[in-house]
């Protein structure tokens, strides 16, 4: 293995800021068990966060960004895993307060290792990363809680983002009947390729008035956004539907009442893609390389270089990003 490898590093003092791609040895990687030879990473809001100064997401500097990595073990003291095994690592701490994916080597704990599901590519892992298998997980809980596609239309709200883009094209793909809402008119023929059947605006799903109890609109509900709009589409979501949250762009407060609740029956649904356990990430895993892959995926995922990557990480801050962005640390 070579001496020395390149990273894009995030470093902060107390008078400067930085995010440059640098040298670093195999001494600078933290404790794991498995060492891996990064082929692609992500980029993902959070990662975004990562790269700022004040995005309160990384514990201590100098530090290498990066949620998600897809690659091949160079080496293992886990025995479930073997020199030339092909791996995706996503959430636990990685990206957060241990070294990530933005870097051509990565040493992690064994048990935040996935297998390369078959008929998956290692590029293909990191156009779902981590918002692919939120969006999976987002999918598979509206499915647990009953939801089916005969029951009604599935709202997916912040529609040309990185999850939202996936779990429109899984619930298209899986026979739901999908209503995509975004604030990018420009976005239209994007979100039709990807399989919704309708399209609405931001203001159509957030009115400034929000009632307790509105119209029953929405059989279920992916929602990536959180804030006023959570409350929102829990008031118009049908009875024993069910609305599966998993961000908060819009912010954390969600001024709603018990109504939908208690009315209406309607469930709310965590979704928590960083310690979803480890049985259950690995089916979705395999899930996603077979009836939750899109067969649009080249559609959803665009690429970048691990030198263009702080303009991208400052784009997806700015909402300039369509879908996935893939980082190729090979080239």
Known sequence: MTKEFKALVVNKTDEDFSVNVESLSFNDLPEGDVTIRVHYSSVNYKDGLASIPNGKIVQSYPFVPGIDLAGTVVSSDDDRYQEGDEVVVTSYELGVSHYGGYSEYARVPGDWVVPLPENMSLKEAMAFGTAGFTAALSVHRLEESGVTPEDGTIL??????????????????????????????????????????????????????????????????????????????????????????????????VPTTVFPFILRGVNLLGIDSVYCPKDLREKLWKRMAADLKPDDLGEIENEVTLKELPDTLSDILQGKVRGRTVVNILS
């Open 156 to 253: 997916v709200t912040g529609a040309t983002g990185g999850v939202g883009s996936m779990a429109v094209s899984m619930l298209a793909k899986r026979g739901y009947h999908v209503t995509a809402s975004t604030g990018k008119e420009s976005e239209h023929e994007y979100l039709k390729t990807l399989g919704s059947e309708e399209i609405i605006s931001r203001e159509e799903v957030t009115p400034e008035k929000i009632r307790p109890i509105g119209k029953q609109k929405w059989a279920g509900v992916v929602d990536p956004v959180g804030g006023k709009t959570l409350a929102s589409v829990l008031s118009n979501t049908k009875y024993g539907g069910a609305v599966a949250v998993s961000g908060l762009t819009a912010g954390v407060e």
